[in-house]
């Protein structure tokens, strides 16, 4: 069972760029296995997922995040990353990564998740 980790800024101005890494341990992120995505929870709401990113790199977004989210990968580190342009205090959330199972459509290992607040 892989572990995950986000890490990042825990305070974001508005119109900036938030960004947070997960890093993954105990398995590649390179594993046809698995798929990493990220998932957000805005406070007294549900969670939202973010986008993904699979083993060959390919990525894939939600589409009403799409224009703001990139997700990227450093494979030496065994990292993978957001990065949401264009902030709003709607933004406001706790973000997650996490493993997903795309051949048994479940998910597996999720992050401990980290608390973003936009704000000046």
């Known amino acids: 069972q892989v572990q995950l980790q986000e890490s990042g800024p825990g305070l974001v101005k508005p119109s900036q760029t938030l960004s947070l890494t997960c890093t993954v341990s105990?398995?590649?992120?390179?594993?046809?296995?698995?798929?990493w995505s990220w998932i957000r929870q805005p406070p007294g709401k549900g969670l939202e997922w973010m986008g993904v990113?699979?083993?060959?790199?390919?990525?894939y977004y939600s589409p009403s995040l799409k224009s703001r989210t990139s997700i990227s990968r450093d494979t030496s580190k065994n990292h993978f990353s957001l990065q949401l342009s264009s902030v709003t205090p709607e933004d406001t959330a706790v973000y997650y990564c996490?493993?997903?199972?795309?051949?048994?459509?479940?998910?597996?290992?999720w992050g401990q998740g980290t608390q973003v607040t936009v704000s000046s």
């Open positions: 990113i699979r083993y060959d790199g390919s990525t």
């Open positions: 996490a493993a997903q199972v795309p051949v048994a459509g479940s998910w597996g290992s």
């Open positions: 105990g398995g590649s992120i390179t594993t046809t296995y698995y798929a």
